[in-house]
């Protein structure tokens, strides 16, 4: 009686089991996922610097603080001395001034979060794509809009391999850069070092 009672049980629980974990293991897959390819994310930076005020209306050029994006791998985020050429002076009494030339005295780095990233097994880089004239809102969005930053579009491999298979769909400027354009590259080594 007793032993027929178990097989009964683990006939019926065995399947459940095993959807609940393929379940568990699905969601926490694609939350991962979507985590890793976060469209949408925009965190809260340490101090309130506003893109739209810097690129937008004052019109400061992208490459003045990105000082990497023609010659590098990294675009770079700028340290703060980049900030105080103007803020010695500028608004140096608010708050967020006030904070930025704490940072800048006490020689402490300004602990910016990072938004777009690929993982370590993959190869990017900004200049080869830069130097092409392919715009940075190709891929980061209209940021000269942006109060804060936000990540606009995928990071994945199928969003990179849809521009270098079809760049006229893809890039916005397409018409004006095409001249000189290659194909991007789909062979696994050029992105897989
Ligand atoms: C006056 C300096 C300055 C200028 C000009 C500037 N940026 Fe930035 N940028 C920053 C700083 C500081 C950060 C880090 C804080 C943040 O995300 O807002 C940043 C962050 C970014 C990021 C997100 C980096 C990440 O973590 O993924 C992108 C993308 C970006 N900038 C693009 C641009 C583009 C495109 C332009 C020109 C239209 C531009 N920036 C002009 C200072 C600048
Ligand atoms: C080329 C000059 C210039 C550079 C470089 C610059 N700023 Fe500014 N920034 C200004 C000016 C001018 C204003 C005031 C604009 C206004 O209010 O109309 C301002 C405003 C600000 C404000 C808003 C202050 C307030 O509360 O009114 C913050 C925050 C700020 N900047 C942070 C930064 C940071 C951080 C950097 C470096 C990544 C930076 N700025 C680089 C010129 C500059
Ligand atoms: C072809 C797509 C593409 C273009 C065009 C592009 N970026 Fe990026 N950007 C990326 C990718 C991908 C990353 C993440 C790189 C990584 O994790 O190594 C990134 C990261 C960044 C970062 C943060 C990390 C770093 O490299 O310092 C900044 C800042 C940035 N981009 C600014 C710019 C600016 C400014 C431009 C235009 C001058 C630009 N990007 C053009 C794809 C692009
Ligand atoms: C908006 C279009 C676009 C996007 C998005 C894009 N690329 Fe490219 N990429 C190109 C074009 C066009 C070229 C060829 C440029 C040339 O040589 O004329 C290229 C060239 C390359 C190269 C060859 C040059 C080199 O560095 O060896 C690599 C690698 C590369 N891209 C990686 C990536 C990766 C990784 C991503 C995604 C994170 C990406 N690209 C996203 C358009 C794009
Ligand atoms: C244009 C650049 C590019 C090329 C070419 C490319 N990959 Fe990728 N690959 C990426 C990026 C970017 C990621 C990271 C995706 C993410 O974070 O979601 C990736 C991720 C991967 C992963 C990890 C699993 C995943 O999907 O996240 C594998 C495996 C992989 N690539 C295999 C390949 C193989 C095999 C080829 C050749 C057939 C190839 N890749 C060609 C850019 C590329």
């Known amino acids: 009686m007793k032993k027929h009672l178990l097989d009964y049980n683990l006939k019926v629980r065995l399947p459940i089991i095993v959807f609940t974990a393929l379940l568990a293991f699905t969601v926490t897959y694609y939350a991962s996922y979507a985590e890793r390819n976060g469209i949408g994310y925009s965190p809260e930076q340490p101090i309130k610097y506003s893109h739209k005020l810097h690129a937008g209306d004052m019109r400061i050029d992208c490459k003045y603080c990105h000082i990497g994006v023609e010659k590098s ?24 001034i006030v ?33 092409k004239n ?47 354009l290659k194909k991007g590259p789909e062979n696994c080594a050029a992105c897989h070092r």
């Not at 030339?101 to 780095?109: D, L, M, Q, S, V």
């Not at 602990?111 to 080869?128: A, L, T």
């Open 73 to 96: 791998r990294v675009a770079s985020v700028p340290s703060a001395d980049i900030c105080m050429n103007c803020h010695t002076v500028a608004r140096a009494d608010r708050p967020e």
């Open 99 to 131: 904070k930025l030339i704490k940072y800048y005295n006490e020689g402490k780095p300004i602990e910016w979060k990072r938004i777009h990233r690929v993982p370590d097994f993959v190869y990017f880089n900004h200049s080869v794509h830069v130097n």
């Open 134 to 180: 392919i715009d940075c809102v190709n891929c980061h969005g209209d940021v000269k809009q942006m109060e804060q930053v936000a990540q606009v579009n995928s990071f994945t491999m199928g969003a990179c391999l849809t521009c270098h298979r079809n760049p006229e769909q893809k890039i916005f400027n397409y018409e004006q850069v095409k001249g000189n």
